[in-house]
Nanobody, 124 residues
Framework: QVQLVESGGGLVHAGDSLRLSCAASGRNFSTYAMGWFRQAPGKEREFVAAITWSGATTYYGDSVKGRFTVSRDNAKNTGYLTMNSLKPEDTAVYYC?????????????????WGQGTQVTVSS
């Protein structure tokens, strides 16, 4: 079992930066791939980014490539999503996820474990 808690969301202006954190508890977090998803009101959940258990490989959705960076610190059992050049269309609830399979997160867009979400609002 893995429990995930996101933090760091808030209200920012377009062009600003924000860093989300995902604190994990439970066993063997360092063996899980981690992902970030988002869901805006009235829209489907969207894959944002993912990182393998070692941190060696990262994946990004097309809409955030070049602006967002996913990272992790296994010693702290924490994952991060650094968001730069934020746009109003980035407004959504952001969820972190953990699964033993990065393929499941990136391709199937599913995960065994989810956080409760954190709201990010970008004003124009």
């Amino acid at each position: 079992q893995v429990q995930l808690v996101e933090s760091g969301g808030g209200l920012v202006h377009a062009g600003d930066s924000l860093r989300l954190s995902c604190a994990a508890s439970g066993r063997n977090f360092s063996t899980y791939a981690m992902g970030w998803f988002r869901q805006a009101p009235g829209k489907e959940r969207e894959f944002v980014a993912a990182i393998t258990w070692s941190g060696a490989t990262t994946y990004y959705g097309d809409s955030v490539k070049g602006r967002f960076t996913v990272s992790r610190d296994n010693a702290k059992n924490t994952g991060y999503l650094t968001m730069n050049s934020l746009k109003p269309e980035d407004t959504a609830v952001y969820y972190c996820a953990a699964d033993t399979s990065v393929h499941k997160i990136v391709v199937v867009e599913r995960s065994d474990y989810w956080g409760q979400g954190t709201q990010v609002t970008v004003s124009s």
